[in-house]
């Protein structure tokens, strides 16, 4: 014997949706008295066909045991074309009809199988539109510093709040796993410390993981990379506009009291974890307690880490992890040549992604290059005095805001150059000009500032140059890493962004 299929399926249940019961209501008057035999997905995306019933109705139909397939509506059984033309495909080889009890299609005509074929298109679109408007929504929320779900970072713990007259959560401390993360933090942020010693000193201290398990390299990694623990302040926002990441609130907002959401962000690519090109950071309602400086140092430690590998061989350098393409932003690697200069850099991504550096660039020469810069800048702090103390953090926190404020400032008015009359162009040079004696003032200052508190870091790190030929190689990349936080290079251009 031959049956009717009745097919029902509901992804979520909500008030304004038809319920399963009610579909199957409407296939049954469709069956005329015939055996029928139902199936029903609850809880099941029409986005494909994954589904159990789905599947166990497409088992009897190979069986021979189904005449017809009976469904409310055309996107109850599906709504993308590609599985519907294959589902179709499969009904004419097996000879079954198909249903729609509010459509009325008839696919035993060219035109009825026309206008199925032109429904399947809107059900797909409405799928599509439904998708996007979810994701629009979650951005939006976002942006706004709510709660949207997802595992709680290790050290906090949700409590209710209100943000713009909405309910929503938001995380708080808990005492005793923080306490932890600043032990991690500060034993990571020192460069002679690996995530396995770090490790091994927790489980000698018997510090345990008060969530269970076992402290991992994977589980370090995860929390040292994670911005919900920063302070974030004006360095931290500086970081993630060199990295690429899109910044929902203005670097006035980045004060040092607020910590960080990260947002895998609109654009779907498939990008290392590590890659903070597109990602949205958004500033969150919690207080952070990891120091920015402190969460920096991880930070590019972690970045630099998954870029480099730290080995003494012969073939690498000091300088590996350090120095990017200035046309891609992608590291630059050592390669090994059969010439009187041994070793040189190129752009990790060079081919078809990128055209590389623009120049050959010989490891013996930049490093002769690098090391001579090193020396200049150490130099520039015996001839600086320093500035008196008291409240030179906030200051300088303040000061670090205006000057982003005023290179903000100035790339607007630049780009209203474009098409100026000659009085507009006047106000444009003067007001920039304005600007840059501002900027060029607040720049001293802070380089003074910079001395407090640098003064014993920079002392110890001259002490290692002047003996800099006697230095493991470990200990050269910690002094690079120090001092210096990049250097991008193109087309015969170094660019030297430096920490001090």
């Known amino acids: 014997m031959m049956y009717d299929a009745l097919y029902g399926r509901q992804s979520i249940e909500k008030k304004d949706s038809i319920s399963v019961e009610s579909q199957l209501e409407y296939c049954r008057y469709e069956t005329h008295g015939e055996p029928y035999i139902e199936y029903t997905d609850r809880g099941f995306s029409g986005k494909d066909l994954n589904r159990p019933g789905f599947e166990k109705m497409m088992t009897d139909i190979t069986k021979g045991k189904i005449k017809r397939v009976i469904v409310y509506k055309l ?16 009904f004419q080889k097996y000879h079954v009809e198909f249903v729609s009890s509010t459509e009325k299609f008839d696919t035993s005509t060219p035109i009825g199988r026309a206008m199925l074929n032109i429904c399947i298109v809107f059900a797909q679109l409405e799928r599509e539109t439904i998708q996007k408007r979810v994701t629009d929504a979650y951005y939006a929320r976002s942006k706004r510093g709510f709660y949207m779900g997802g595992r709680v970072p290790y050290g906090y713990r949700l409590k209710e709040t209100v943000i713009d007259n909405i309910r929503t959560s938001m995380y708080e401390k808990i005492p005793e796993e923080s306490e932890q993360l600043k032990l991690i933090y500060s034993l990571y942020a020192d460069s002679s410390n690996s995530l396995g010693n770090i490790i091994r000193y927790l489980n000698e201290h018997q510090i345990k993981h008060l969530r269970g398990g076992n402290w991992s390299t994977a589980r370090l990694s995860e929390m040292l990379r994670n911005p919900v623990y920063v302070q974030a302040d004006i360095d931290v926002y500086h970081f993630f506009q060199s990295q690429g990441a899109n910044i929902y609130n203005p670097a006035s907002d980045f004060t040092g009291y607020n910590a960080c959401y990260l947002y895998k962000g609109t654009v779907s690519d498939t990008r290392k974890q590590c890659d903070l090109t597109d990602k949205e950071i958004v500033l969150a309602p919690h207080m952070g307690f990891i120091p920015s400086k402190t969460w920096l140092a991880c930070r590019l430690r972690c970045l630099n880490n998954r870029q480099s590998t730290k080995t003494c061989k ?100 630049l780009d209203k150059v474009a098409g100026a009359n000659n009085v507009l162009m006047k106000y444009i040079n003067d007001k920039i000009a304005e600007l840059d004696a501002t900027r060029q003032t607040l720049q001293e200052e802070l380089l003074a500032e910079t001395v407090t508190d640098t003064t014993g870091k920079v002392k110890q790190i001259t002490n290692h140059v002047e003996k800099w030929d006697s230095l493991s190689f470990e200990d050269k990349q910690a002094v690079v890493d120090t001092l210096i936080k990049v250097i991008r290079i193109a087309n015969g251009n170094i660019e030297i962004t430096w920490r001090i």
């Open 75 to 90: 996107d109850r059984i599906s709504r993308s074309i590609l599985d519907f033309a294959n589902m179709m495909e499969i």
């Open 314 to 413: 012969p073939k690498n350098s000091w300088l590996v992890g350090k120095v990017k393409c200035g046309n891609c932003g992608y590291a630059l690697t050592i390669r090994k040549a059969k010439t009187k200069w041994g070793r040189y850099f190129v752009c990790s991504q060079s081919g078809n992604i990128c055209k590389g550096a623009g120049c050959t660039i010989y490891a013996d020469v930049l490093e002769d290059y690098m090391f001579k810069a090193i020396q200049t800048k150490l130099s520039e702090f015996k001839e600086l005095s320093a500035v008196a103390e008291g409240n030179v953090s906030r200051q300088s926190t303040e000061k670090k805001i205006r000057l982003t404020q005023i290179d903000e400032e100035i790339n607007e008015l």
